[in-house]
């Protein structure tokens, strides 16, 4: 093989290493106040032996932005169809706003809805994306821990994350990221699946997944979500 055949090729493949590897980031979510980002989410799940399909669309505003980081948004949802055993239902949902406040490290830490039911804090925990300590790039892992809040209603939860790739996504640079989440004790709900989260400012840019024995109206149910972002 022709010597500058074979210094140009290697000279592409430690380009194309390099590229895929990058820089190891310190990863966490960057906000300011007013920031937007709309989303349009997707929830299949069994209910009774029917077939139930949720989607609406969300917009998620940042309100407030505290010295240390910590950060608190409004969730509105909007435009809710329901499907059940193939037949849309009539009326679907009212538009709601929650309120999220979220901790530094991705914990969220209150929240404020007009339609509680006391499980909120456990989906939320479970799917919380809890940032890594230390800097991040493709292959590194990472785990944390949520301690059992008995006033919240939440066990304790141990998530486990790992970076698979640096992709771009809908002009964002991101890391495809797996993780999983489990409780403790009796309940035993857990959730994994794949984000898509931006490089920079740790923005959800796409997420899909499945939850088991997740609490629903009171009751332990399986589902399927996805949620993207639109642009």
């Given at each position: 093989?022709n010597k500058?055949?074979?210094?140009a090729?290697a000279?592409f ?11 190891a980031?310190?990863?966490?979510r ?5 920031e937007?980002?709309?989303y ?8 009774q032996g029917?077939a139930?399909?949720?989607k609406?669309d969300?917009?998620h ?14 969730e ?5 169809v ?10 679907g ?11 530094t490290?991705?914990t969220?830490?209150?929240i ?12 939320a925990?479970?799917s919380?994306?809890?940032?890594p300590?230390?800097?991040v790039?493709?292959k ?9 809040d ?11 994350y790992?970076v698979?790739a640096r992709?771009d996504l809908?002009g964002?640079m991101v890391?495809?990221i ?6 403790s004790?009796?309940?035993s709900a857990?959730s994994a699946?794949t984000?898509?989260?931006?490089v920079?400012?740790?923005?959800t840019?796409?997420?899909t997944g499945a939850?088991?024995h997740?609490p629903?109206m ?14």
């Amino acid at each position: 093989m022709n010597k500058t055949l074979v210094t140009a090729t290697a000279a592409f493949i430690v380009a194309a290493l390099a590229s895929s590897a990058g820089q190891a980031v310190a990863l966490k979510r960057v906000v300011k106040v007013g920031e937007k980002a709309s989303y349009q989410m997707v929830i299949d799940l069994d209910f009774q032996g029917q077939a139930v399909n949720v989607k609406f669309d969300t917009v998620h505003t940042v309100t407030k932005v505290n010295e240390d980081g910590s950060y608190a948004e409004t969730e509105e949802s909007t435009a809710q169809v329901v499907t059940v055993g193939g037949q849309e239902m009539p009326g679907g949902a009212p538009n709601e706003t929650a309120t999220m406040t979220y901790a530094t490290d991705g914990t969220i830490t209150m929240i404020e809805s007009p339609s509680a039911t006391g499980d909120e804090y456990r989906l939320a925990t479970l799917s919380s994306m809890i940032w890594p300590k230390a800097a991040v790039d493709v292959k590194s892992k990472w785990e944390a821990t949520i301690k059992a809040d008995e006033k919240k209603g939440t066990p304790e939860v141990s998530h486990k994350y790992e970076v698979l790739a640096r992709e771009d996504l809908m002009g964002f640079m991101v890391f495809k990221i797996s993780y999983s989440s489990q409780e403790s004790g009796e309940s035993s709900a857990a959730s994994a699946g794949t984000a898509w989260v931006d490089v920079k400012t740790g923005l959800t840019v796409k997420i899909t997944g499945a939850m088991q024995h997740v609490p629903i109206m009171g009751m332990p149910m399986d589902l399927k979500f996805a949620m993207a972002l639109r642009k």
